[in-house]
């Protein structure tokens, strides 16, 4: 509708009810406030449906066109994103879990303990980390398994195979390093089992186990050192990982096809 | 996509479709791929959050360093090296399988360079075929092996619990016996570890190679075999050097030979098997063998070890599993 054209009087009913959704419509998105935000109106072309992942900056990793055999489910079953995603849900839970943590073995599981009666929502807020934590595990190895099963690990992708196995390690270790965090009988004696591995690693047992495990049995020094990998050291890393990982995809021209 | 390259006149044969344009395979990112990912976050997001209001977290006891759980176990994913251990040398099962597994991932895409097969499920001719074979051996060859090795119920202690108790008065005991520790019932090996720690016979030997009583020991003539060299003392920062280095052959034979040896041995058979029948012919047949094998061992070992081990990491059925929190 041309904006100089004058609409008239409203015919109907129906006319009346569209004019006062438009009106509405234009209330909250054509005011000065959200186009300060959003530069563009919903995008509904596709000129603009490009523009908007181009210059999003959370849409950006993407490429603005995809081919059509890639967007099927099939294709990834979406593993690698929400293997993402479930990294995403932990950084969240886990920031809300630190505002009342605090890592010392004398207070580590009181806590807990006392998170997961005295917080409103903090049981759920530990659950939702722990079940989030195994998942990613597991969508970390099946996408891996996605991956391989695809062929996608092939030249021009092999780097990208290699950042993916990186990934899956620190995956592995992130969360072991937050399996020692609620200091119970379970935790202890995992990273026990652990520390045992650690120490078996020829010529280099007794320096593993000194620096990371911070001594010959898992005490103090091994819960604040965990903990400093588990919610600092590790995550950063795994994002810079993540980040050429999603980098790499791109440059090497999207996802894997048939020749 | 082919581009085609040929410019000469081909006699106007069949009539081919035009091969599509890329363009007009592609699709918009927003919306078709934005909202699939959008409603995968969504249908993730309720499911977890659903399954946290009704599953909590486990949070057992404070931690007490001198109460061990029987049995103690690692998390799920770190079980399977948990489970190794009690079959072979804990460096290996620990340390250098791991990282030689990290190591064999990280190479495939430099070892098979082939394009041929990338970018659909199981694009190889044999690809299904070779994953399921491959799947199920492993499977099953995990099941044997830990069902023989390792526990008070297992095959090698029921086929070797004819084998007499040795005469701790004797000096040598001649025909294989198990020593048996004191007090305790007479049992069979429990584990190819026990080789080297249990079984004991000695067989006729002439006085040289540090034996001087005319009879080989097993195993304690052969524990501390001094390495080449093993004189050369200090230190280099932190590390001692060869300064007294001593094999212990027993130990080596049953802790490593013999267990990495099957293994290896099994995993050669089942790729020749595969290549005789036809199936197995390119880098990439291999790899997904390989790949396969592993990965479904890995999820096998910690299957064994969250489900079957109970006190004493003794082998039992899941519904016997309880555990000792000391
Ligand atoms: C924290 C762990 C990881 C995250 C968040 C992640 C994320 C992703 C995402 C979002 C994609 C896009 C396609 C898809 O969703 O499948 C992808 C592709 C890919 N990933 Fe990962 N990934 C991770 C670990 C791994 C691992 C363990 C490997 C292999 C060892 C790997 C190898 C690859 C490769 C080669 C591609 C390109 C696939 C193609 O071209 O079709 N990634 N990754």
């Known amino acids: 509708m041309a904006v100089t054209e004058d609409p008239g009087k409203p015919r109907n009913l129906a006319e009346r009810v569209q004019r006062l959704q438009d009106r509405v419509y234009s209330a909250i998105f054509h005011n000065y406030v959200w186009q300060s935000i959003f530069r563009s109106g919903y995008p509904n072309t596709p000129r603009n449906q490009m523009l908007v992942v181009a210059t999003n900056i959370f849409l950006h990793l ?33 920031v809300l879990l630190m505002f009342y943590y605090v890592p010392s073995v004398d207070s580590a599981y009181q806590d807990i303990a006392a998170l997961e009666t005295n917080v409103k929502f903090g049981l759920l807020m530990r659950n939702m980390h722990r079940w989030t ?37 620190l995956t592995l270790v992130l969360s072991f390093t937050g399996y020692l965090l609620p200091w119970d009988q379970l935790a202890l004696w995992a990273v026990t089992v652990g520390h045992g591995i650690g120490g078996s690693a020829p010529f280099f ?3 593993t186990q000194l620096i990371v ?11 604040i050192r965990f903990y400093t990998l588990h919610v600092i050291a590790l995550p950063i890393i795994a994002a810079v990982f993540m980040s050429v990982h999603f980098w790499r995809i791109r440059r090497d021209g999207g996802m894997a096809r048939p020749l | 996509m082919a581009v085609e390259t040929r410019a ?93 597994a990290l190591g064999f991932f990280a190479s495939i895409p430099y070892v098979d360079r082939s394009r041929e097969a990338q970018g659909v499920w199981f694009g190889s001719k044999n690809a299904v075929r070779l994953t399921l074979v491959s799947a199920a051996y492993s499977v099953i060859m995990i099941a044997a092996l830990v069902s023989f090795d390792a526990g008070d119920r297992t095959y090698a202690e029921t ?23 004191e007090g305790e019932a007479h049992t069979g090996l429990l584990s190819t570890k026990d080789i080297s720690k249990r079984l004991e016979f000695s067989v006729p030997f002439p006085n040289f190679l540090g034996v001087d009583d005319g009879n080989l020991d097993w195993p304690r003539d052969l524990d501390r075999i001094p390495v080449p060299f093993n004189n050369i003392c200090g230190n280099v920062g932190s590390f001692h050097l ?41 880098k990439r047949d291999l790899f997904i063998v390989m790949f396969t094998s592993v990965l479904v061992a890995y999820l096998a070992l910690s299957m064994v070890g969250s489900f079957f081990r109970g006190e004493g990491q003794n082998l039992i059925w899941p519904w016997e599993i309880k555990v000792d929190e000391g």
């Open chain 1, 62 to 94: 993407h490429p603005t066109r995809i081919h059509r055999t890639h967007v099927k489910i099939t294709h990834t079953y979406c593993l690698g994103g929400l293997t993402f995603f479930m990294f995403l849900i932990l950084t969240v839970t886990g």
């Open chain 1, 133 to 169: 934590a195994h998942a990613m595990v597991i969508l970390v190895f099946l996408h891996m398994m996605r991956v391989f099963y695809t062929g996608a690990y092939k030249p021009p992708r092999e780097f990208n195979w290699v950042v993916g196995v990186i990934l899956l390690v």
């Open chain 1, 205 to 207: 047992g007794d320096e």
């Open chain 1, 213 to 223: 495990f911070g001594g010959f049995e898992v005490g103090p020094s091994t819960l």
């Open chain 2, 8 to 100: 000469v006149a081909r006699p106007a044969a069949k009539a081919r479709p035009r091969p599509k344009r890329e363009r007009e395979e592609e699709v918009l990112v927003w919306p078709d791929l934005v909202f699939v990912e959008f409603i995968a976050a969504v249908l993730f997001t309720i499911t977890f959050l659903m399954l946290s209001v009704f599953i909590n977290a486990p949070l057992l006891n404070r931690a007490n360093p001198e109460l061990t759980p029987n049995p103690s176990k690692a998390p799920w994913y770190f079980l399977n090296l948990q489970e190794l251990l009690l079959h072979m040398d804990k460096a290996w099962a620990g340390v250098l399988l791991p990282t030689i």
């Open chain 2, 159 to 181: 086929l070797t619990r004819w084998i007499p108790s040795c005469n701790a008065e004797a000096q040598h005991q001649g025909t294989p016996c198990l020593q048996d520790a």
């Open chain 2, 242 to 282: 060869w300064c007294d280095m001593n094999l212990n052959i027993p130990s080596i034979m049953a802790e490593q030979v013999i267990p990495l040896s099957t293994v290896a041995g099994l995993a050669l058979a089942i790729i020749y098997v595969l290549f005789r029948v036809g199936w197995l012919r390119t």
